[in-house]
């Protein structure tokens, strides 16, 4: 609790947010072709509540904060960019390429993004060979034993070929590289701020190959992450897969598939 970030994230707060989203996808039902989806988010928190609250002379708290019934409110702005293309091989196989970059940007009021606004990188939906919030930030080292990591910025790419097995029995190969990173400095975690000349350098790699139950109206997923390349080890060690710093691999069930 000495580390503000992560006071100000988890203690009682509001967020009262404004968003706006748009979705295109050109998939013709029922035709084998190749088709793309996109979605873009935006969102906004806090800023009309704070203009108002300033243009009235509203007190503030000890930490420059304002409130609402005692309790400080959220101020940040956010986007979140999602973009699929699948490859249609054919009638029983396809290749999907999905790229998905967010950043929220943390304001005066409360300072940070609050936890649940945060992006979170690894998990059955994202870079499968890491838990969920178990990657990042940046190359925030494992040494410190910190869980549930969250950051402002999440950059991830995709690649994952499907393909028919038996009936509703279905198969797939993957790899999944990203991570998460701070907007600015945090002392407690070191290495987790964004830089232009190191993010490329800080992805998080993984390969793995997972089994499917396709029963129509849903999907029961199975998949198995194997971590190649450690952000979190020291650079030029970062190369895991066959060394003595190999991690475990990581079981991930999901329902649906992951994009």
């Known amino acids: 609790l000495s580390d503000p970030l992560l006071r100000n994230s988890?203690?009682?707060h509001a967020t009262t947010t404004t968003n706006y989203s748009f979705t295109f996808s050109n998939q013709r039902l029922k035709k084998q072709v190749d088709f793309s989806y996109l979605k873009v988010e935006l969102?906004?928190?806090g800023n009309v509540m704070r203009g108002i609250m300033s243009a009235s002379n509203a007190k503030k708290d000890e930490l420059g904060n304002y409130r609402v019934f005692n309790v400080p409110f959220a101020q940040y702005v956010k986007y979140d960019i999602d973009f699929r293309h699948y490859f249609v091989?054919?009638?029983s196989s396809q290749f999907v390429f999905r790229i998905q970059h967010g950043m929220g940007y943390p304001l005066k009021n409360l300072g940070v993004l609050p936890f649940e606004s945060s992006f979170f990188g690894g998990g059955a939906n994202g870079i499968r060979g890491w838990a969920a919030r178990s990657?990042?930030?940046g190359s925030l080292n494992d040494s410190l034993n910190l869980s549930d990591q969250f950051g402002d910025i999440k950059i991830?790419?995709?690649l994952e070929y499907r393909f028919d097995i038996y009936r509703w029995f279905e198969g797939a190969i993957f790899a999944d590289a990203g991570n998460i990173w701070l907007v600015k400095e945090d002392e407690s975690r070191p290495g987790g701020q964004f830089t232009f000349k190191n993010?490329?350098?800080e992805f998080g790699i993984s390969f793995g190959a997972g089994l499917r139950l396709d029963f129509s109206f849903f999907v029961i997923r199975l998949d198995v992450g194997i971590p190649a390349y450690d952000p979190a080890q020291?650079?030029?060690?970062?190369?895991i897969?066959?060394?003595s710093r190999r991690k475990p691999v990581n079981f991930n069930l999901g329902i649906g598939y992951p994009f």
Do not use: C, D, M, Q
Not at 234 to 239: D, F, K, L, N, P
């Open 43 to 45: 969102e906004s928190a």
């Open 241 to 243: 897969l066959g060394t």
């Open 135 to 137: 990657i990042g930030p």
């Open 156 to 158: 991830e790419v995709n």
């Open 199 to 201: 993010f490329i350098k």
């Open 10 to 12: 988890y203690r009682p």
């Open 89 to 91: 091989i054919n009638k």
């Open 234 to 239: 020291v650079e030029g060690s970062r190369w």
